[in-house]
């Protein structure tokens, strides 16, 4: 094999000597005076990378090209006016949702005078119908049955403890009858609408208790082995009613639902109507009493605004007796102090055929009894000022002789 001559690479006819020179010192130059991606002098660039690093810190923010202190004013400024005018979650004005939460509060609690808190203690009784499915229609026949609970209502909360009994027949010879005993707690809202009428909806948790008489097989039926079972199963009803409350202490309700009975197969849902009424006895109680308290604080309170005092006149004239003109005086002031009294001038007049009898007016009123009647009324003008509307006039025949020559004041 040739020589290699000395002083050539393998590659290239350029002396191994010269090539190795030049890639040595190329490096060096571009490491002293230019950039890796530029040829552009180092110090130069380096300087010029450096301010503009310095005024994209200063001037620009990162993911845009408008200067930091106009978007931070921006930023700021915008968050203000969203919490000022805005809602969390949309554009809508808080102001109209705190209007429309207050509307519904309005119409969702109902104004009542304070009453005791054990007034709304409840007792309920309804009477309800279950719906069964066709594939067990023609095994058994529901019949109507009951339902009782006893509860507590807080403003339109409700909360109770019901049970009740259902006698469901069997029509299949194998099944005779099942006895249904419910016993739930019960959770409900009460949402008053309009006139007494309002929406009740009802959930609670319970367990149902149940017993079935019947024939295991048709052999058991031939030798008359009667089956008895009880059974426990868990169960969730659930009511939607329309309810109607004339008063404060009765609710009238018709509705349905549905009663979720858990079995081991599965859950079993039977639909049913019910409807029922709802009692607050102590409420009841409370409102007669103080319906009878308001009664008799009327009548005192009529009782002390109405006076009655008697003027005596001489008889067969329509000169008074002396003193009783106090009493005219007394009523008059009377009268004149509070607007809202009114009298009333009752004269009393003899029974026709004695002594005491008097002559009838065209009109029909005896008329020395009007005479004095009217010279009443005439006093109460002129001296106190009394509106005529606020003075009545009527006639009425004496029981007895003391009465003949009196008129009655009668301020109320």
């Known amino acids: 094999m040739p020589k290699r001559r000395e002083g050539f690479s393998p590659s290239s006819r350029r002396p191994n000597s010269e090539k190795r020179q030049k890639p040595t010192t190329l490096p060096k130059q571009k490491r002293e005076n230019f950039s890796l991606r530029s040829s552009r002098p180092n110090s130069e660039k380096h300087q010029k ?60 609690i109902p104004t009542h005078a304070q009453t005791p808190w054990y007034e709304n203690f409840f007792l309920e009784g309804s009477f309800h119908l279950y719906f069964v499915p066709d594939e067990i229609g023609e095994v058994i026949k529901p019949e109507p049955g009951y ?34 005993v419910p016993l739930a707690f019960k959770f409900g809202y009460n949402l008053p609408i309009i006139f007494g009428f309002g929406v009740q909806a009802d959930l609670g948790l319970g367990y149902f208790f149940s017993h079935t008489t019947r024939y295991e ?35 009238i309700y018709a509705g349905g639902g549905i009663d979720l009975v858990f079995e081991t197969e599965g859950p079993i849902p039977m639909p049913l109507a019910e409807i029922g009424i709802s009692l607050k006895p102590l409420a009841l109680i409370g409102s007669v009493a103080r319906g009878r308290q308001n009664r008799q604080e009327r009548q005192e309170q009529q009782a002390r605004q109405e006076t009655v005092n008697a003027l005596y006149y001489v008889p067969n004239s329509a000169e008074m007796i002396e003193g009783s003109s106090e009493f005219l005086d007394e009523a008059g002031q009377r009268l004149a102090d509070d607007p809202t009294l009114r009298v009333t001038l009752r004269a009393y007049f003899a029974p026709p055929g004695g002594a005491l009898w008097q002559v009838q007016r065209g009109s029909g009123e005896p008329a020395l009894s009007a005479a004095r009647a009217e010279a009443c009324a005439q006093y109460f003008v002129r001296k106190y000022g009394i509106a005529p509307e606020r003075i009545k006039i009527e006639y009425q025949l004496a029981e007895s002789p003391e009465l003949y020559s009196c008129v009655e004041l009668i301020t109320r």
């Open 147 to 180: 339902r009782g609970a006893f509860g507590y209502e807080f403003k339109n909360f409700r909360f109770a403890l019901e049970s009740g009994f259902t006698q469901i027949t069997g029509t299949n010879p194998l099944v005779l009858d099942i006895t249904i």
């Open 49 to 108: 990378l450096t301010t503009l690093s310095q005024q994209k810190r200063e001037n620009f923010s990162l993911r845009s090209r408008r200067p930091n202190s106009e978007k931070s004013q921006k930023l700021t400024t915008l968050p203000k006016q969203k919490r000022d005018n805005f809602s969390l979650r949309g554009s809508r004005p808080i102001n109209k949702n705190i209007s429309a939460l207050a509307l519904f509060l309005f119409f969702s």
């Open 217 to 251: 097989t048709a052999i058991d039926l031939v030798m008359g082995n009667l089956r008895e079972d009880d059974e426990r199963s868990l169960f969730i009803p659930a009511r939607l009613y329309l309810t109607w409350s004339p008063w404060r202490f009765l609710k």
